[in-house]
């Protein structure tokens, strides 16, 4: 019995720590000036799309490329909406509807970043998808200059551990396929 419970206890350790433990990236403390933010779908309470507003309207980007093809937070067009909401203009917005994954997200997304010539993009998710995301971007556009601006995750404390165990997972997931 003792065994079987000392076994159980490292099974979980990793388990326990990941769900304290955004999977690592570098954020800047102040985000470099760049041609536009790229927000990715799954902002479930708008907090990615307010903070990229705020980038757009401060003059650090110029444009913001919005994803996603669900509802919501997962899409698009909710996301291009709520910008508009926080004061950026139309023309400011370009927006990816078809993406339904965090991969899918960085390579639709690519096809217009290398379309329009952006060299500097900032990355604008939440901290727990930070990791995962931002190695995405790179290795679907490694020709651009990536910087990281994360912003808290949305819910309670319970959710966001379970978000950072996922991300763990997930990470693992794409670094085996050769998505980041």
């Known amino acids: 019995m003792r ?19 955004d999977p690592p990236y570098r954020a800047n403390e102040e985000p470099p000036a760049a041609d536009a ?10 907090l990615r799309v307010r903070r990229a507003a705020r980038l757009q309207r401060t003059g650090r980007v110029r ?12 899409s698009g067009r909710a996301l291009s909406d709520e910008a508009r909401r926080a004061g950026v203009p139309e023309d400011a917005i370009v927006r990816e509807q078809r993406s339904t994954t965090t991969r899918e997200n960085v390579v639709n997304a690519a096809a217009i970043v290398r379309a329009r010539g952006w060299r500097r993009v900032a990355l604008v998710t939440s901290a727990s998808h930070m990791g995962r995301a931002l190695r995405a971007a790179r290795r ?11 912003v808290a995750d949305a819910g309670p404390p319970a959710r966001v551990c379970r978000a950072r165990v996922g991300e763990w997972v997930k990470l693992a997931w794409y670094a085996a396929r050769g998505w980041a």
């Open 140 to 150: 679907a556009m490694p020709e651009v200059e990536w910087s990281a601006v994360p």
């Open 63 to 74: 444009f913001l490329l919005v994803t996603g093809a669900g509802v919501g937070g997962d």
């Open 37 to 46: 933010a790229l927000v990715l779908s799954g902002d479930v309470d708008y």
């Open 3 to 21: 065994t079987a419970l000392a076994l159980l206890g490292a099974a979980l350790m990793p388990m326990a720590l990941a769900a304290t433990v």
